[in-house]
Structure formats: C-alpha cells, structure tokens
C-alpha cells in the first residue's frame, strides 16, 4: 500500500518551455504533498509544502511564480514549472501523506533537462 | 536550528561484510528519526523508523536505535549484499513542523561481489 506515482519520469525541453509534474497518491488520499529538488550526489531540498485545498507554503528561497504547486484534490498534486532554464534541470521528487504528522511516500522522480 | 550530519560516502564493502552509517542529529525539540534508502534513478523508501528514544528500527536486516544522550541514529546491517548499493538517507522530523523531513546529506554504499 501508499504507493505515489510521479510522471513523467523523464522530460527533456527547450529553454522557455513551461513543464508539468504530476504526483498522484494511488491508493490513499493525501492531504499533504511534499516537493523536493535534488542536485547530482546531494541531498534533497525541500521547495515546498501543499495541503490539499489551499496554497503550497513555499521554502525561502524558491520562487513560487517559477514553480507553481497546485494540489487540487486529496490525490494530485502537480509542479509546473514556468519558463523553464538550463539552470531549473534537476531531479524532482514529490511525497505524499495522510496528514501533516504521517510518514511521506515518495514517487520515483522526473528527471528535468532544459537545453 | 535542526540538522543532520551524516558519514560522507562512498563506503565500498565487500559482500558480507558489516555495515555502519554514522547519523547524528541536532534538533530543538523530540525528533522522530527515519533512515531512507535511494536506488539509481528512483525516489526514496522508507527503509526503518523511530519515534523515541530508545526506540529501534529494523527491516531488511538493517536497524537503527534512536540515542538521545548521544543524538545519533546510526544505521548497522550484519552482512550487506550487493542489492544493498544505494545512497542512504538519515532524516528527522518534529512534531510542530508539519511533518517536514530534514535530511542528511547521504551516504553512497558500493557492494562488491
């Protein structure tokens, strides 16, 4: 159980591209949904948070007109990416959980490459 | 502020060998404290959890027990194989954060045969 599915798993677009995550929880609803950014052989970086219903509570430092975070229902969340550069290319992980204090479940990631 | 230090990688094993990620922690309050194991190309899996002090999380023949007097959560496996190569994640969570996780910077493991 609590599977998260994450699409696409791989996307590769021109500079001023605007592009789409989505993170689905499959058998459980989520009511909130986590996304992260994580660089080659680092850490993952928390952008923000999404309870499902309201807006995402963004990290300082990550520009939310760049990245907007819809979470429009208890099992879909997406990230769209806005205007997209070279420098956004990354790997993007969502989690999802059943509330605020339950374990996260993440998807398998989409790698983002922005020629 | 809250953080998580863990043992730079990589760390190469043989098969069989014993394995011990070292974690430790700084937080301002109780810590729940979770290990997540990441294959190539994929997200993460929870691997083992705990809760409190003195707690102890195993799965997969790996545990950690969470110390409070030493603030560490070091993950141990008795004989790694190498389906175990992964990068390993340390990360806590405090209850009046809304479920946010910190994560340790990672540790790559290398089985080799």
């Known amino acids: 159980g609590a599977v998260v599915s994450q699409h696409p798993s791989r996307v590769i677009c021109k500079s001023g591209t605007s592009v789409k995550i989505e993170c689905r929880s499959l058998d459980f609803q989520a009511t909130t949904m986590f996304w992260y950014r994580q660089f080659p052989k680092q850490s993952l970086m928390l952008m923000a948070t999404s309870n499902e219903g309201s807006k995402a509570t963004y990290e300082q430092g990550v520009e939310k007109d760049k990245f907007l975070i819809n979470h429009a229902s208890l099992t879909l969340s997406t990230l769209t990416v806005t205007s997209a550069h070279p420098e956004d290319s990354s790997f993007y992980i969502c989690?999802?959980?059943?509330?605020?204090?339950?374990?996260?479940?993440f998807g398998d990631g989409t790698r983002l490459s922005i020629l | 502020g809250n953080s998580v230090t863990q043992m730079e990688g990589p760390v190469t094993l043989s098969e069989e060998a014993f394995l011990t990620i070292n974690c430790t922690y700084t937080a301002t309050g109780y810590p729940s404290l979770f290990w997540y194991v990441q294959y190539p190309g994929e997200g993460l899996q929870l691997l083992l959890k705990a809760t409190k002090a003195d707690d102890k999380g195993s799965n997969k023949g790996f545990e950690a027990t969470y110390r409070k007097e030493t603030t560490s959560f070091h993950l141990e496996k008795g004989s790694v194989q190498v389906s175990d190569s992964a990068v390993y994640f340390c990360a806590l969570s405090l209850y009046n954060q809304g479920g946010k996780l910190i994560f340790g910077q990672g540790t790559e493991l290398s089985v080799k045969p």
């Open positions: 989690s999802a959980s059943m509330g605020p204090e339950q374990p996260q479940h």
